[in-house]
C-alpha cells in the first residue's frame, strides 16, 4: 500500500508555509518527491526571502540565488558570456535538476540588478568594459526569465521586452504592473497587445498624460486596483487617462492617488463599484466642490493623509455622501476641523444609523461636543478600532480626563484597538483609571501620540497591565498604517 501524499495534498500543505523559508528550506532535504513540490512555492517569489534588516544580512543569499539562476542559462548563454571574458561567473553554475527560472512569477529592474552585480568578475579593477559585460547579462538575464518564467507582476524595465524570445507567453497572465508613465508609448502599446488580464497597475511616478498607458488600462478586461503618484511639481491633468479610468468604472473596486489628483473629479464619481478611496494629497484638488458632491455606493474604506489644502467640511460632506457601506475611516490630515462645530457636524454624522457599519474610524474631540461624542460611541456598537485627534488649541495640551472617562462609560463592547492622537496631558492617576475600567472588556491594543510624555510611573503601569492581559500592545506611534502589529488588519483591507 502507496502511503505517500499526493502532490497536490502536499502542494496545499506547504502553501501554508510560504512565508517561513526556513521552515520550508528544512522540509526540502526530506526526500525528492518533498523537494519537487516545494521548489515551485519557494521560486514563486524567492527574492521575498531576503533578511531586509541590515542588522542581519545574509551574505549568502545572492551568491546562491545566482548561483541556482545562472545554471538555467541555455549552453549558447554559458558560451556567449565565457567569449566576453565571464568565465568567472559560471563557475559552479552546472545545470541543476530544476528549472528555477520556470517558476519565478516577480520580477523588477531591482532584482535584475542584484543579479548581475552581486557577482565577482575575473576582471583588473578599473576595467572599461565593466559597463559593456554588466549590459551583457542583464540582456541575457532578461532573455532567461522572458523564455522560461510566467510572471504574474512586473516592474517594467526600461529596456524594450519585446525584443525578447517569448516575451508574449511570459506576460500574457500578468496581474500586476509597476510603470511610470514617461516610458516610450509604444512599449504600452505593446503591452496591451498582449496582457488583457491586469488586475493591479501602479503608475510611480505619474508626471504626463501617456496614451499608450491609457490604452493599457482600458484595455483591461478585469482592472480592480489603480494606484498613481503624481509629483505635486508636476501637476498635470492627464484627460486620456482619465477616460480610459472611467472605462473601467464597472470593475475597479480600489484606487489610490498621491500628491496630485491628476484626473477630473468627475472621473472618481463615475466609478460607482469602488470600495476602497485613498487619498494621499499634498496638492490642491481641482474643482473641489463637483470632488464632494460625489457619491459612492459601495464605497467601504476611505483613507485621508497629508491633505494640507482641501477644507474639512469637504471631506465631512463626501462622507454624508456615501450610502452606508462605510466601514473605515482612516484620517491623518494636516487640516483638521477648524471649530467645535465642525466637530459636532462630524460627530452628528457618524452617529447616523446609515454608518451603523463603521468598524475602523477617526474622529476628534473636546469638552464642547461631549454630548455628540456620547451619541456616536453608543450609535457604533461594531467598532473594533477608534482614532481620537485633539482638537488644536493653538498649542496647549488639551486634558484627557473628560475623554478617558467618556471612553470607560460607553466604549462599544468590541472594541480593541485605540489610537490617542495629538496633544494631550495625560497623567499615571487617569491612565490607571482607565486601565482599570478596561479589566472586563477585550484585550486592548493602546498607541498614544509621540508628543504625551511618559513618564517612569507611566512605564510601569503599562508593564503591571500587560501582564494582567488588559493590554494586548502598547506602543508610542503617528501613524497606524505603519505599526507592524496592525498589519494585518491594514492588509485585510487592501483585499477588499
Known amino acids: 500500500m502507496d502511503r505517500k501524499l499526493p502532490d497536490d495534498c502536499l502542494d496545499q500543505i506547504f502553501r501554508y508555509l510560504a512565508e517561513n523559508a526556513c521552515s520550508l528550506y528544512s522540509c526540502l532535504l526530506v ?30 543569499f545572492w551568491p546562491l540565488i545566482i548561483k541556482a539562476v545562472y545554471s538555467c542559462f541555455s549552453f549558447d548563454t554559458k558560451d556567449l558570456l565565457r567569449k566576453n571574458g565571464l568565465d568567472l561567473i559560471l563557475e559552479g553554475c552546472a545545470s541543476s535538476m530544476y528549472d528555477y527560472v520556470r517558476y519565478c512569477q516577480h520580477l523588477s529592474p531591482e ?37 522560461r518564467s510566467s510572471l504574474r507582476h512586473l516592474v517594467l524595465p526600461k529596456i524594450p521586452l519585446s525584443y525578447c524570445p517569448g516575451f508574449g507567453l511570459c506576460l500574457q497572465k500578468l496581474r500586476e504592473l509597476v510603470c511610470r508613465s514617461d516610458q516610450p508609448v509604444e512599449l504600452f502599446y505593446g503591452l496591451a497587445q498582449i496582457c488583457r488580464s491586469i488586475q493591479g497597475i501602479i503608475v510611480d511616478p505619474c508626471i504626463d498624460d501617456n496614451i ?30 482619465g477616460q480610459a479610468i472611467v472605462s473601467q468604472a464597472r470593475s475597479l473596486i480600489y484606487i489610490h492617488f498621491q500628491g496630485f489628483l491628476c484626473i477630473h473629479p468627475s472621473i472618481l464619481a463615475s466609478l460607482s463599484n469602488l470600495k476602497t478611496l485613498k487619498l494621499f494629497m499634498s496638492g490642491h ?14 464605497l467601504e474604506v476611505l483613507d485621508i493623509f497629508w491633505d494640507e489644502h482641501t477644507p474639512f467640511q469637504i471631506f465631512t460632506m463626501l462622507i454624508q455622501n456615501t450610502k452606508g457601506s462605510l466601514k473605515r475611516i482612516y484620517w491623518n490630515t494636516d487640516c483638521p476641523p477648524t471649530n467645535s462645530e465642525d466637530i459636532r457636524y462630524y460627530l452628528n454624522i457618524l452617529t447616523h444609523n446609515a454608518f451603523s457599519n463603521l468598524t475602523f474610524v477617526t474622529v476628534w474631540w473636546t469638552e464642547d461636543v ?71 472588556k477585550p484585550r486592548l491594543s493602546l498607541f498614544i501620540s509621540p508628543k504625551i510624555t511618559l513618564l517612569e510611573e507611566h512605564k510601569h503601569l503599562i508593564n503591571l497591565y500587560q501582564e494582567l492581559g488588559v493590554l494586548e500592545h502598547f506602543q508610542g506611534a503617528e501613524f497606524l498604517d505603519e505599526v507592524e502589529c496592525l498589519k494585518d488588519l491594514f492588509d485585510l483591507w487592501l483585499s477588499s
Open 31 to 60: 526526500n525528492k518527491q518533498w523537494a519537487s513540490v516545494i521548489v515551485p512555492i519557494l521560486w514563486t517569489n524567492p527574492w521575498k526571502y531576503e533578511k531586509p534588516s541590515k542588522d542581519d544580512i545574509d551574505e549568502t
Open 370 to 440: 461631549d454630548r455628540e461624542f456620547e451619541k456616536f460611541l453608543k450609535s457604533c456598537s461594531n467598532l473594533q478600532a477608534l482614532k481620537i485627534c485633539s482638537f488644536p488649541l493653538d498649542g496647549i495640551p488639551q486634558a484627557i480626563t473628560r475623554l478617558l472617562l467618556l471612553l470607560s462609560k460607553y466604549t462599544p463592547p468590541r472594541l480593541n484597538v485605540l489610537d490617542i492622537d495629538g496633544d494631550w496631558i495625560l497623567s499615571p492617576d487617569h491612565l490607571q483609571k482607565f486601565l482599570e475600567s478596561w479589566k472586563k
Open 285 to 298: 484638488i481641482a474643482n473641489i466642490q463637483q470632488f464632494a458632491s460625489s457619491t459612492f455606493p459601495k
Open 212 to 241: 499608450g498607458l491609457a490604452a493599457l488600462i482600458k484595455f483591461q478586461s478585469n482592472l480592480k486596483y489603480l494606484e498613481i503618484h503624481a509629483p505635486e511639481a508636476r501637476a498635470v491633468e492627464c484627460t486620456s487617462i
Open 111 to 147: 532584482i535584475i540588478d542584484q543579479l548581475t552585480h552581486e557577482r565577482s568578475f575575473n576582471e583588473p579593477p578599473g576595467d572599461l568594459y565593466r559597463p559593456f559585460r554588466d549590459q551583457l547579462v542583464e540582456q541575457e538575464l532578461y532573455k532567461l526569465f522572458m523564455s
